[in-house]
Structure formats: C-alpha cells, structure tokens
C-alpha cells in the first residue's frame, strides 16, 4: 500500500517534526517496475528519499514489513540512522527468547497472517484484503479506519505484489539485527492477531540495546495511545 496509510501518524507528529514519507516503488505514484523488489532495492529508494530531501540523518518508523527496509538502512548506512522504531515486525529470529520460547524460523510472511478462514491474496485479493485489513485494526471503533484502508489496499498492483512475493528474502534482515547500532524501539500491540508475541521479543532480543513496548489492548496498527502499557 502506498503513503496514504500512514496518514493518521503523519498528523500526529507533523506539529513537532519534519516528516517524510513516500510511495514505495511499485506503488502510488512511484514507478511500477516489472522487476527489482528485493530488500535492497527497497533500501536505495529510502536512501535516494534521504538523499533528495537533504535528510543527513533520520529518525526511521516503519511498520510490518517496512521494518525489513529499516534494519538493513540502519544496519548498512549507520550514519544517517539517529534512532529506529519498529512497529510489529514480522520477523523469524532463530534462537530462545524469555521463558524458553521457541522462536519459529520457518514461515513465510504470508503464512503468518493466514489462518483457517483466510482468502488465497494471489487468487483472491479483494477478499483477502477485507478480511486481512479487519484482522490488522483489531480494536473497538475500528471501521472507518478499516474502510479507509481497505479503500486504499484495493488500488494496489497486484502483479507487482506477486513480482515482490518471489524475490523478497524474509531471512535477510533477522542477520542484521545484531549489526544495529542506534537506539531502538520495538512496538507490539499485545492484542495483533497477525503476529506471535514470541517473535516480537526475539526481535527486541537481537538488536543490541532495544527496547521493547508493549501497547495492552491494541492490534497490528495501534490507532492511538493507550490508557496504559507495558
């Protein structure tokens, strides 16, 4: 999806910063490309934006799978990352985190948002992306939000999403973790029926210095500060 979605954030924190955001390649008003959607294409788009705006350095948030593109920007180009936050990663670390917890190392991103009831997204999108988008804005009150970017998650190429699908490498970024070097916070809602807890503390766990804060009742996207968290 492109920029739009991050709409609610950017009026949140234009009023004390400079924000940046752009389409990714592939979608909105950025060039569609047949082909170049690995994770380092996508790192030398975010550097081209940092280049072009006169961004010497940044505070990177990324969500989902944006938090692949942040890693390794943070991992590769250390001196124009002044801190990282990374919202609900989906990300396999191998390994043990608190309590013994088997971190899983061999799904793909797809299959962990995919349950029993969920829609095929190569054969059918538009349900699927109904049904997913419900899944992400999981608390109360969530329908506008989920209309909204539902409206916008239907605009998407979806031969691009099928191109991008067959050269990601979901292993690539969990190598880097242990190469971040500026300050970093990890963000969960505890309620994200998408993502296991357990995957979210490995990637806490492998960023040297990380800290990790847990949002009690809020999903994939948290919409608003909650009452309390942990």
Same mark, same amino acid.
Request: hydrophobic content about 40%.
């Given at each position: $999806?492109?920029?739009?979605?991050v709409? #609610? ?19 909105? %008003? ?13 790192? !030398?788009?975010? $550097?081209?934006?940092?280049? /072009? ?7 990177? @948030?990324?969500g989902?799978l944006? %938090? ?5 920007? /943070?991992a590769? #180009? ?6 990282m936050?990374?919202?609900a990663?989906p $990300? ?17 991103? *797809? ?14 999108y538009? /349900?699927?992306?109904?049904? =997913?988008?419900? *899944?992400? =804005? ?17 605009? /998407?190429?979806?031969? $691009?999403?099928?191109?991008q ?6 292993? *690539? !970024? ?5 190469d @971040? ?12 029926r998408?993502? *296991? ?10 960023i ?20 309390g #968290?942990?």
């Amino acid at each position: $999806m492109d920029s739009r979605v991050v709409r #609610h954030q950017v009026e949140g924190l234009r009023d004390r910063f400079r924000v940046l955001t752009y389409d990714a390649r592939g979608s909105g %008003t950025s060039d569609h490309p047949p082909d170049g959607y690995r994770f380092d294409d996508h790192v !030398a788009d975010a $550097m081209a934006v940092l280049d /072009a705006s006169h961004t010497s350095t940044a505070a990177l @948030v990324a969500g989902s799978l944006g %938090t692949h593109v942040a890693v390794l920007v /943070a991992a590769h #180009h250390p001196v124009r990352v002044a801190r990282m936050v990374l919202i609900a990663p989906p $990300m396999d670390v191998a390994g043990r985190v608190e309590g013994d917890v088997e971190i899983p190392t061999e799904s793909s991103d *797809e299959d962990r948002s995919a349950g029993p009831s969920a829609p095929d997204w190569r054969t059918d999108y538009p /349900a699927y992306v109904t049904w =997913f988008i419900g *899944e992400v =804005f999981s608390e109360p009150d969530s329908q506008a939000t989920i209309d909204e970017v539902v409206s916008i998650a239907r605009e /998407a190429d979806h031969a $691009m999403l099928l191109q991008q699908a067959a050269e990601l490498d979901w292993d *690539e !970024a969990p190598r880097y973790l242990k190469d @971040v070097r500026c300050p970093t916070l990890v963000v969960h809602g505890a309620a994200d029926r998408t993502l *296991e807890l357990a995957s979210i503390k490995g990637v806490a766990a492998g960023i040297p210095g990380a800290r990790l804060m847990l949002l009690d009742g809020l999903g994939h996207r948290p919409r608003y500060p909650p009452a309390g #968290h942990r």
